[in-house]
């Protein structure tokens, strides 16, 4: 057996096996990659005995959104969807120690086992959850004048992604990054009988392509998630 270096659980939820190369690729890159990370896997060890869905983004998904953090110089950092604190471990790593991540969460379960998880990772000083629907919590930092987030990370119920996407510009500088989960899910985007989470995916490309203030791309991915991909926008400058 070869080593597991980041905690890869296999099942993406919502259908759509990956195909096990994919996967023994993903564990290629990953164990030549990716070092092996108690905290990491003791996350997602912890969200599992809480009985938390396992739809984290895998390892390797990670450690791209903490590149893309790395690379944006991020300073503040917005996430829609905590779930257990996985993909904020990732981002939180990218921030200097004055930095911010701020993560919306409607459940307070998930809030929990995430502070807890954050805690572990030393992150508790950078990493601040909120609970609520994460519209009304944006809403809440817009009001505010928050200052703006140098990248903000979509990952929660797929039907409001365009609701989050239009406070995340006012939630932006220029050159921010906007990063959206679950563009493609399974090629199920281009389904005769679109469902919700489609139909999210639609309106929210719709409104990127009509928005003049981003530039956006799509990346596919395969890997252990099955197939899926992220939505990278950037807000001009
Ligand atoms: N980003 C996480 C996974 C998030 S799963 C990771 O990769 O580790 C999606 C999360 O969004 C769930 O915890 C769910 O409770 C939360 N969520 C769903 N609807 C929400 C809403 N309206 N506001 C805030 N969070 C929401
Ligand atoms: C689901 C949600 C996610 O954010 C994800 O990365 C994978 C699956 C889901 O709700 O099925
Ligand atoms: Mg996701």
Same mark, same amino acid.
């Given at each position: 057996m070869t080593p597991r270096?980041?905690?890869?659980?296999?099942?993406?939820?919502?259908?759509?096996?990956?195909?096990?190369?994919? =996967?023994?690729?993903?564990d290629?890159?990953?164990e030549? +990659?990716?070092?092996?990370? !108690?905290?990491?896997?003791?996350?997602?060890?912890?969200?599992?005995?809480?009985?938390?869905?396992?739809?984290?983004?895998?390892?390797?998904?990670?450690?791209?959104?903490?590149?893309?953090?790395?690379?944006?110089?991020?300073?503040?950092?917005? !996430? =829609?969807?905590?779930?257990?604190?996985?993909?904020?471990?990732?981002?939180?790593?990218?921030? #200097?120690?004055? @930095?911010?991540?701020?993560?919306? !969460?409607?459940?307070?379960?998930?809030? !929990? =086992?995430?502070?807890?998880?954050?805690?572990?990772? @030393?992150?508790?000083?950078?990493?601040?959850?909120?609970?609520?629907?994460?519209?009304?919590? /944006?809403?809440?930092?817009?009001?505010?004048?928050?200052?703006?987030?140098? =990248?903000? +990370?979509?990952?929660?119920?797929?039907?409001?992604?365009?609701?989050?996407?239009?406070?995340?510009?006012?939630?932006?500088? #220029?050159?921010?990054?906007?990063?959206?989960?679950?563009?493609?899910?399974? @090629?199920?985007?281009?389904? $005769?009988? #679109?469902?919700?989470?489609?139909?999210?995916?639609?309106?929210?490309?719709? /409104?990127?392509? $009509?928005?003049?203030?981003?530039?956006?791309?799509?990346?596919?991915?395969?890997?252990?998630? @099955?197939?899926?991909?992220?939505?990278?926008?950037?807000?001009?400058?």
């Amino acid at each position: 057996m070869t080593p597991r270096v980041s905690g890869r659980r296999l099942g993406s939820a919502g259908g759509g096996e990956p195909d096990p190369a994919w =996967v023994a690729v993903e564990d290629w890159f990953d164990e030549r +990659f990716l070092s092996p990370d !108690e905290v990491l896997e003791q996350a997602l060890a912890a969200s599992d005995a809480a009985g938390l869905p396992p739809i984290a983004v895998s390892a390797s998904q990670g450690a791209l959104l903490q590149s893309l953090a790395l690379a944006m110089g991020a300073r503040r950092i917005l !996430e =829609v969807g905590t779930l257990g604190g996985y993909s904020a471990i990732w981002l939180g790593r990218a921030l #200097p120690a004055d @930095g911010q991540l701020v993560s919306c !969460e409607i459940d307070r379960k998930h809030a !929990e =086992v995430a502070r807890a998880n954050l805690a572990r990772a @030393g992150l508790a000083d950078r990493v601040k959850v909120i609970v609520g629907a994460a519209v009304q919590t /944006l809403d809440r930092l817009i009001d505010a004048s928050a200052d703006p987030f140098d =990248v903000t +990370f979509i990952d929660a119920d797929k039907p409001s992604n365009a609701d989050y996407v239009a406070r995340a510009i006012l939630l932006s500088r #220029p050159g921010s990054l906007i990063v959206i989960d679950n563009v493609v899910r399974h @090629g199920r985007i281009l389904a $005769a009988d #679109p469902d919700g989470n489609a139909r999210g995916v639609h309106r929210v490309v719709d /409104l990127i392509a $009509a928005e003049p203030r981003l530039s956006a791309t799509a990346v596919q991915t395969v890997g252990s998630k @099955g197939w899926d991909g992220f939505i990278l926008a950037r807000v001009a400058g």
